[in-house]
T-cell receptor
């Protein structure tokens, strides 16, 4: 059974720092991996999607990498801002088109 | 504008009431999903649909039911609400990316349900 783990569970950094969020999964037979952002009490916003054949994706200050064979992904956020404060969720798509989510990393960027 | 909508955004209701949470998407996606999320906890898939007249139960057992009569509409119904149903319910839809089994999911804003 696929399990997704995110480390750390919570992170607090001063504004301007570069940071890395980690995601690991137990079954490498995935179709893609998505990173989402969730603000308190809100829905999920898709940040980046890495297809199984890709190694990384970039959008603005965000860069996500995927190492399918080792079951790992990282989300790199450059020059963090207070507006980046949110919960970041990692999810992998299995063979039934279903997403399996990690429990998230709660990020606080202090001004 | 293509989007995914959920109504109501917030609902406070008494025990025993029947409720329907609405989800609609204007993106023409064939696959739709319902997730349940307790505060600060993981998302759990409770229902999904691959297309019209197709519905399946997800990984988390739920007393709710769903229907998919139209492509764009995927409502969730609780026949008799209980306090244990208090949670946030998130609807999503996905589009096929072209590769084998690859889809990107888009989420609605969620419905926060409180059952007294």
């Amino acid at each position: 059974k696929q399990e997704v783990t995110q480390i750390p569970a919570a992170l607090s950094v001063p504004e301007g720092e570069n940071l890395v969020l980690n995601c690991s999964f137990t079954d490498s037979a995935i179709y893609n991996l998505q990173w989402f952002r969730q603000d308190p009490g809100k829905g999920l916003t898709s940040l980046l999607l890495i297809q199984s054949s890709q190694r990384e994706q970039t959008s603005g200050r965000l860069n996500a990498s995927l190492d399918k064979s080792s079951g790992r992904s990282t989300l790199y956020i450059a020059a963090s801002q207070p507006g980046d404060s949110a919960t970041y969720l990692c999810a992998v798509e299995d063979s039934s088109y279903k997403l399996i989510f990690g429990s998230g990393t709660r990020l606080l960027v202090r001004p | 504008e293509a989007d995914i909508y959920q109504t109501p955004r917030y609902l406070v209701i008494g025990t025993g009431k029947k409720i329907t949470l609405e989800c609609s998407q204007t993106m023409g996606h064939d696959k739709m999903y319902w997730y349940q999320q307790d505060p600060g906890m993981e998302l759990h898939l409770i229902h999904y649909s691959y297309g019209v007249n197709s519905t399946e139960k997800g990984d988390l057992s739920s007393e709710s039911t769903v229907s998919r009569i139209r492509t764009e509409h995927f409502p969730l119904t609780l026949e008799s609400a209980r306090p244990s149903h208090t949670s946030q319910y998130l609807c999503a839809s996905s589009t096929h990316l072209g590769g084998q089994g690859e889809n990107e999911q888009f989420f609605g804003p969620g419905t926060r349900l409180t059952v007294l």
